[in-house]
């Protein structure tokens, strides 16, 4: 499948490694390309699997007519990135390409929802795989797990999205599709609200937000997220997403969370689109998301000190 994936972060790296490493020779599937967010001339990268050494893959990077010609697009990118990320190309892409997105955070969809075409397909990707960037063009895969594709416009049972899944499960392996996405869009969002904003504020590794000093902070957070959920038609439980969220901290309790190593890294970081998200949510049906605006404000106080103004 002709496929192109935006971004070259860590999660757009792994992607394209996974997509396009499919033979053990080190071969690349010519049909996989990279759009970077800056031009490069490099032909190849480094990947790590977890715990082992770091080998060079060549890499093949998109132009103008690959993208014309793909039949499939994938955005890896940060969430305030999304919208410019395909407003840069969408007069390119095919009128009957597919399109994913895969990005943390909720209400990106909003945003660009008039730049995609009616014989379009969109899919979202929630990927739980952890990847590290330790320089440009190098990554190192940090913690395995599943990844979930649904739906979000388009005939699920049309020829051309069938033969996405089997392209997906062959290639990244552990894909599942999810008929009701939105209630796993959710789940992340949760996940998402309690890790990414507490480790990043207290500079901790994933694992200790299981700590009992956090508890009460978490239980709070998840309470609020069930809430906007209901007034937005999911169906959420409370003690579920908290046993999803101490169990994702415990699988990742090594991880330095992506908003952690924004903030460390002094880059931007998706708050707006996780916790702020919730508040925004709030204000929409006038509910009270202490809990959730007060570590989105905290994050925005700590970016203030480094992002121009």
Same mark, same amino acid.
């Given at each position: 499948?002709? *496929?192109?994936?935006?971004? &070259? %972060? =860590?999660?757009?790296?792994?992607? #394209? +490694?996974?997509?396009?490493?499919?033979?053990?020779?080190?071969?690349?599937?010519?049909?996989?390309?990279?759009?970077?967010?800056?031009?490069?001339?490099?032909?190849?990268?480094?990947?790590?699997?977890?715990?082992?050494?770091?080998?060079?893959?060549?890499?093949?990077?998109?132009?103008?007519?690959?993208?014309?010609?793909?039949?499939?697009?994938?955005?890896?990118?940060?969430?305030?990135?999304?919208?410019?990320?395909?407003?840069?190309?969408?007069?390119?892409?095919?009128?009957?390409?597919?399109?994913?997105?895969?990005?943390?955070?909720?209400?990106?969809?909003?945003?660009?929802?008039?730049?995609?075409?009616?014989?379009?397909?969109?899919? *979202?990707?929630?990927?739980? &795989? %952890? =990847?590290?960037?330790?320089?440009? #063009? +190098?990554?190192?895969?940090?913690?395995?797990?599943?990844?979930?594709?649904?739906?979000?416009?388009?005939?699920?049972?049309?020829?051309?999205?069938?033969?996405?899944?089997?392209?997906?499960?062959?290639?990244?392996?552990?894909?599942?599709?999810?008929?009701?996405?939105?209630?796993?869009?959710?789940?992340?969002?949760?996940?998402?609200?309690?890790?990414?904003?507490?480790?990043?504020?207290?500079?901790?590794?994933?694992?200790?937000?299981?700590?009992?000093?956090?508890?009460?902070?978490?239980?709070?957070?998840?309470?609020?997220?069930?809430?906007?959920?209901?007034?937005?038609?999911?169906?959420?439980?409370?003690?579920?997403?908290?046993?999803?969220?101490?169990?994702?901290?415990?699988?990742?309790?090594?991880?330095?969370?992506?908003?952690?190593a924004d903030i460390l890294n002094k880059r931007r970081t998706e708050i707006d689109y996780i916790n702020g998200y919730?508040?925004?949510?709030?204000?929409?049906?006038?509910?009270?998301?202490?809990?959730?605006?007060?570590?989105?404000?905290?994050?925005?106080?700590?970016?203030?000190?480094?992002?121009?103004?």
């Open positions: 499948m002709k *496929t192109v994936i935006v971004g &070259q %972060g =860590a999660i757009g790296l792994l992607c #394209y +490694h996974r997509l396009s490493q499919t033979n053990k020779d080190n071969t690349a599937d010519k049909l996989i390309s990279l759009l970077p967010s800056t031009k490069t001339s490099l032909t190849r990268y480094a990947f790590s699997e977890i715990n082992g050494e770091a080998k060079e893959f060549p890499l093949t990077i998109a132009n103008n007519q690959t993208i014309a010609s793909a039949q499939l697009i994938i955005f890896c990118v940060k969430s305030y990135q999304a919208t410019d990320a395909l407003k840069a190309i969408h007069h390119l892409i095919a009128e009957d390409a597919i399109i994913i997105v895969t990005h943390n955070g909720l209400g990106t969809l909003e945003e660009m929802s008039y730049l995609f075409k009616p014989s379009q397909s969109l899919f *979202t990707l929630l990927l739980t &795989q %952890g =990847a590290k960037k330790i320089a440009d #063009y +190098h990554i190192e895969h940090t913690g395995e797990g599943e990844s979930n594709l649904g739906i979000i416009w388009g005939d699920p049972v049309d020829d051309k999205n069938r033969n996405l899944l089997n392209f997906m499960t062959q290639r990244l392996q552990k894909v599942n599709f999810q008929e009701n996405i939105q209630q796993a869009q959710w789940g992340k969002l949760a996940v998402n609200c309690v890790i990414n904003p507490i480790s990043a504020l207290e500079n901790i590794d994933n694992g200790k937000i299981n700590l009992p000093i956090y508890q009460e902070a978490v239980r709070e957070i998840i309470k609020e997220v069930v809430l906007l959920g209901a007034k937005e038609d999911v169906e959420l439980y409370e003690n579920l997403l908290l046993s999803l969220v101490m169990k994702v901290a415990e699988r990742t309790k090594h991880n330095t969370s992506s908003m952690r919730i508040h925004h949510l709030g204000e929409k049906h006038q509910l009270a998301t202490p809990m959730n605006t007060k570590l989105w404000l905290a994050v925005k106080e700590l970016e203030k000190q480094y992002l121009p103004q």
